[in-house]
């Protein structure tokens, strides 16, 4: 069935190293892809998502592209900062109705 | 902010006790989601809505929980006879669109409920 899949729960990283959370997608269909982020005691948000129009889309320095061919929607950002420190959700609609989240990852940020 | 309503953002029932959350989502979204997301922070759909119509909802929540969304009025999630696995964080999320779309969801903070 459709799936979304984070292959890391946990990742921990230094202030200023580049930051690259996993998210690949298995479907029959070409589903859209979006990164959720739940910062700690926060209400989940969205960070950014994918475009019909193969656009990449960035915010607060996060970027995410689609790769159709790898069924892969990373999540990067050149920079990390203590800030960035929280729970991170890719998460597909494949047109089922019930929007698909993936296991979570969360990004400790370390001075 | 988030402009999607929970209440009570902590409930504590006893096993087998009643278990009622509501959710009041962003003005003008047909359409409501409820997740749980256990100790683990792993969501699980549990059903949605648009408008007052239940679109989908997964076997548990069928046979154990009753929801609704009326017209006018918060949507509600109650879990009929509490259990200690129903310990979790339960998430409602308005959009504008459901199906096959690249709208977003709005998540409200959240009903905490601890059964003992």
């Known amino acids: 069935g459709d799936s979304v899949t984070q292959t890391e729960g946990l990742v921990t990283l230094t202030e200023g190293l580049p930051v690259m959370l996993n998210c690949t997608y298995q479907s029959t269909y070409s589903p859209f892809l979006f990164w959720y982020v739940q910062h700690l005691n926060e209400a989940p948000k969205l960070l950014l998502k994918s475009f019909t129009d193969n656009k990449r889309p960035e915010h607060q320095g996060f970027h995410a592209t689609l790769h159709k061919s790898s069924s892969s929607f990373h999540l990067q950002k050149s920079s990390a900062q203590l800030s960035d420190s929280a729970l991170y959700y890719c998460?597909?609609?494949?047109?089922?109705?019930?929007?698909?989240f993936g296991a979570g990852t969360k990004l400790t940020i370390k001075p | 902010n988030s402009k999607v309503i929970q209440t009570p953002r902590y409930l504590v029932k006893g096993q087998g006790q009643k278990a009622k959350m509501r959710c009041i989502p962003e003005?003008?979204?047909?359409?409501v989601f409820w997740y749980q997301q256990n100790k683990n922070n792993e969501f699980k759909f549990l059903i949605n809505?648009?408008?007052?119509?239940?679109?989908?909802q997964i076997d548990m929540t069928e046979k154990r929980f009753s929801a609704e969304c009326p017209s006018n009025s918060p949507c509600s999630l109650e879990i009929q006879s509490s259990e200690a696995g129903d310990s979790a964080l339960y998430l409602c999320a308005s959009s504008l669109k459901g199906q096959l779309s690249n709208e977003r969801l709005f998540f409200g903070h959240g009903t905490k409920l601890s059964v003992l």
């Open positions: 998460a597909s609609n494949y047109g089922n109705e019930k929007i698909t």
């Open positions: 809505f648009q408008n007052q119509e239940v679109l989908q």
């Open positions: 003005k003008g979204h047909p359409v």
